[in-house]
């Protein structure tokens, strides 16, 4: 399933291989197809033109539309979308943070009032993953939940505790899915995620605890959700020693290229973010000197690709000139163009790390491009 071919300090070269899609170069980044569509409207053949090798979808809101029965009716979320490489579904565990207001947790689970029509919806451990069965994904994450940083100690170390035993559930039922003769993917895996806040002997206990579970790979949950970035970083210096090194570790919600070149550094192999599709839909574009925001004035008559270094299908073709007259003349076009280029930044931006590792250069390439993909051109 997962092999390390190399190291570079804590950095590390692997390989991945699940039910669908053959080997995934890692460290890579999952484009993030939240309701089975890369916002921005790209489709699962877009995503094999700019180099993507994990597609990620939301357990809650395809349950919510067009409901997980129906992505089951049609054959699974890989046959509707039309998508044959790996698929990786959250648990809808990140709604217990971002629906703060239309929820209610207890230890059965969470009852959420539908961000779409109010009508109550309650999901635990067994829900999340009988959906998540239903969408036939490569990868099943635990249901746990998401606590907003800063919090109380007292209050993060009782969901801790109350996330630890979601996992054990999540283990449990997803065992006994895999044995149902119906079962849409039987090689679906299961990864559990490390909560904690930003209080490292926290973080470090649930990681011990959440091991002996046995999983298939660990996430580290819960950060760049209001803390610093050194605050995250040091959080992830304390848990990484007690993660798994046979298994992967995948660092959820996170994040800039400067974050993810960081998190290479400290030993992490999964990312996935919704800031590339986000910010192109907004105009501001990735390139290898920095950011930009591709709506400035100063673009309007300017014939150069967004990024003379980049090769994507949009720098080949478009000026900076067209794009911002997408953007000013609020044409569709605008953010498919932009979100092609970031995701295929993105894409390529994980290609150089691997080279990088590949070649020992690592310390060099996180030392130059760490700080220069920060600025805003």
Known sequence: MFEIIKTQGRARRGRFSCAHGGVVQTPVF????????????????????????IELSNTYHLH??????????????HKMMDWDGP??????????????????????????ASHIDGRRI???PEESMRIQANLGSDIAMAFDECVENPAPYDYVKASCERTLRWLERCVKEHNRLLEEPDCLNPGQMLFGINQG????????????????????GYA?????????????????????????????????????????????????????????????????????KGSMNIKNEKYKLDTLPIDPECDCPVCRSFSRAYLRHLFKAEEM?????????????????????????????????????????????
Not at 87 to 112: C, M, N, P, W, Y
Request: proline share 3%; net charge negative.
């Open 122 to 124: 309650f999901m635990g």
């Open 220 to 288: 580290i949950g819960g950060l760049a959700v209001g803390e610093e970035t050194s605050v995250m970083y040091d959080t992830i210096d304390a848990v990484e020693p007690h993660m798994p090194a046979d298994k992967p570790r995948y660092l959820m919600g996170v994040g800039t290229p400067s974050n993810i070149i960081e998190g290479v550094y400290r030993g992490v192999d999964f990312f996935d973010c919704v800031m590339p599709a986000r910010n192109a839909r907004h105009g501001r574009l990735f390139t290898w």
């Open 333 to 377: 076009l605008a953010m498919r163009l932009a979100v092609m280029h970031n995701l295929w930044f993105y894409n390529t931006l994980m290609e150089r790390i691997r080279e990088a590792l590949d070649s020992g250069d690592y310390e060099a390439f996180r030392n130059h491009y760490s700080p220069l993909l920060e600025q805003k051109i």
């Open 87 to 112: 698929i990786l579904t959250d648990s809808g565990g990140f709604q217990v943070f971002s629906l703060a207001g239309l929820r209610k947790i207890t230890e059965e689970g969470v009852t959420f």
């Open 30 to 53: 999952m484009n993030v197809g939240t309701q089975g569509a890369i916002k921005g409207a790209l489709s699962a053949h877009d995503l094999k033109g700019i180099k993507c090798q």
């Open 64 to 77: 919510l539309r067009p409901g997980d029965d129906v992505v089951r009716a049609l054959g699974g979320l």
């Open 197 to 216: 806040g930003t209080y490292a002997d926290l973080r470090i206990w649930h990681m011990d605890q959440i091991t002996k579970l046995g999983c298939d």
